[in-house]
């Protein structure tokens, strides 16, 4: 059972006090394990006005929300343009995943323009953002024994590995190639409750596969096509798509 992207999720995102370049969903809808009891994480960009941005009061780079809404929590995160802007020509994996995200609440002229210019921003330094995610995430689940923390762990690594290999993002899990046997199981478990039991078995196998699932990464990250740094151009354009927006 797939959980939906609650169709009010887009009221949510337009009382942001800015105009918004885009608002998509993250977490565990995008990776495909949302459970019945799932938060929804909202991840934006909004433009701030000029005069909030060259004068001596400066608006806010990023808003966080958070809240309630039809027994549902929300964790609602936006960054100005050019924050986004600025992670998004560095490693940072999330708001590549956010900006490409295929659960889109609202979008954009502006929107679709980065989403063009993503290709020339993806290299092969990502792979360190997933390798460190990685980690962050085995962590918390040697720590916890937890469903969430294992399917993140291996989430990361297949994305990586895919993004290394392919240059192409997929965030799914229950789609990503390379996936053990047993994630259908650990998925399905998730999905019917956010906390529920680990399955009896698994926590074995799972903890010879992650090293073998990050070697993999290493060696894609090694073998892969990709630029070290973004492209010139694209980088140009986005500069330059920045300065048309905040003047216009």
Not at 59 to 66: A, E, I, S, V
Not at 174 to 181: E, M, N, T
Not at 188 to 203: I, L, M, Q, W
């Given at each position: 059972m797939t959980i939906a992207v609650p169709e009010w999720a887009a009221d949510v995102a337009r009382q942001l006090p800015y105009p918004l370049v885009f608002c998509t969903v993250s977490g565990a809808h995008l990776y495909g394990f949302a459970s019945v009891d799932s938060d929804l994480d909202l991840r934006a960009s909004h433009v701030l006005p000029a005069a909030e941005v060259v004068g001596l009061r400066h608006?806010?780079?990023?808003?966080?929300?958070?809240?309630?809404?039809d027994g549902v929590e929300l964790d609602v995160v936006s960054h100005d343009l050019l924050k986004f802007a600025k992670l998004l020509t560095s490693r940072n994996g999330y708001v590549l995943e956010q900006v490409l995200s295929p659960l889109v609440v609202v979008t954009s002229e502006l929107h679709a323009a980065l989403v063009d210019l993503t290709p020339g921003l993806i290299t092969r330094n990502h792979a360190y953002h997933y390798l460190g995610f990685s980690h962050s995430q085995e962590k918390l689940y040697t720590k916890t024994?937890?469903?969430?923390?294992?399917?993140?762990?291996?989430?990361?690594?297949?994305?990586?590995?895919?993004?290394?290999?392919?240059?192409?993002?997929?965030?799914?899990?229950?789609?990503?190639?390379?996936?053990?046997?047993?994630?259908?199981?650990?998925?399905?478990?998730?999905?019917?409750?956010?906390?529920?039991?680990?399955?009896?078995?698994?926590?074995?196998?799972?903890?010879?596969d992650i090293p073998r699932l990050r070697a993999d990464l290493e060696t894609a990250k090694d073998e892969s096509k990709l630029a070290d740094h973004p492209s010139e151009q694209a980088v140009s354009a986005l500069h330059h798509l920045i300065v048309r927006t905040r003047l216009g």
């Open positions: 608006g806010p780079d990023t808003l966080q929300r958070d809240g309630l809404r024994g937890e469903l969430k923390p294992a399917l993140y762990t291996l989430r990361v690594l297949l994305t990586g590995t895919h993004l290394m290999r392919t240059g192409q993002l997929e965030t799914n899990l229950g789609v990503l190639d390379g996936a053990p046997d047993y994630v259908a199981e650990l998925i399905e478990a998730k999905r019917s409750a956010e906390h529920g039991p680990f399955p009896p078995g698994v926590a074995a196998r799972l903890a010879a």
